[in-house]
């Protein structure tokens, strides 16, 4: 995950379902196709849903990163 290029971050720590999941969908709406957004949360439920919530958007599910206490996701626009 290192090397991917970040254009953009959403901090969605302490938030709970649906919110990570709202937020990311209007962020992602408003970026340039080809950027790649990382999205910082903390419910455990998203780890669940955002894969297949991005790929049925038409976005690019780059994979994931666990950090101390939160979680890094990784989505690329198409």
């Known amino acids: 995950m290192e090397d991917i290029h970040v254009d953009e971050t959403l901090d969605c720590r302490g938030l709970s379902c649906p919110m990570p999941m709202l937020k990311l969908k209007k962020t992602l ?11 910082m949360g903390t419910d455990p ?24 206490g939160f979680t890094n996701y990784y989505i690329k626009k198409g």
């Open 29 to 39: 709406g408003k970026l340039e196709s080809g950027k790649v957004l990382q999205m």
């Open 45 to 68: 439920g998203t780890k669940n849903d955002i894969e297949k919530n991005v790929s049925k958007e038409g976005f690019e599910f780059l994979g994931f990163r666990e950090d101390d």
